[in-house]
Nanobody, 121 residues
Framework: DVQLQASGGGLVQAGGSLRLSCTAS????????IMWFRQAPGKEREGVLC????????YWADSLKGRFTISSDNAKNTVYLQMNSLEPEDTAVYYC??????????????WGQGTLVTVSS
């Protein structure tokens, strides 16, 4: 069975940093576009970042450039989302997904459960 496990969330003060992890089983992350989404309370889900062997790195929001970066460790079968200079507006449940192709367009074929990030002012 394919499983994606997002972890690393927690409570952090504004200006702080967190590194989220998306660890896959049943698939190799290098064979998929690994996509990070987030959903804030009362808001719709939005795309954050994606990384794939074909597409490289894709940002869905220009406002995240310079603060968020994505990287992959194929040996650990894990994709990381490094979040710096966090703002209260970044508070959300962060989800990772895997898109076949491996593309960064479209929606994931597999979803993880998500991890909660809370940024206090």
């Amino acid at each position: 069975d394919v499983q994606l496990q997002a972890s690393g969330g927690g409570l952090v003060q504004a200006g702080g940093s967190l590194r989220l992890s998306c660890t896959a089983s049943g698939i190799r992350v290098d064979d998929y576009g690994i996509m990070w989404f987030r959903q804030a309370p009362g808001k719709e889900r939005e795309g954050v970042l994606c990384i794939s062997r074909i597409a490289g790195t894709r940002y869905w929001a220009d406002s995240l450039k310079g603060r968020f970066t994505i990287s992959s460790d194929n040996a650990k079968n894990t994709v990381y989302l490094q979040m710096n200079s966090l703002e209260p507006e970044d508070t959300a449940v962060y989800y990772c997904g895997a898109r076949a192709g491996p593309y960064c367009s479209g929606l994931p074929h597999y979803w993880g459960q998500g991890t909660l990030v809370t940024v206090s002012s």
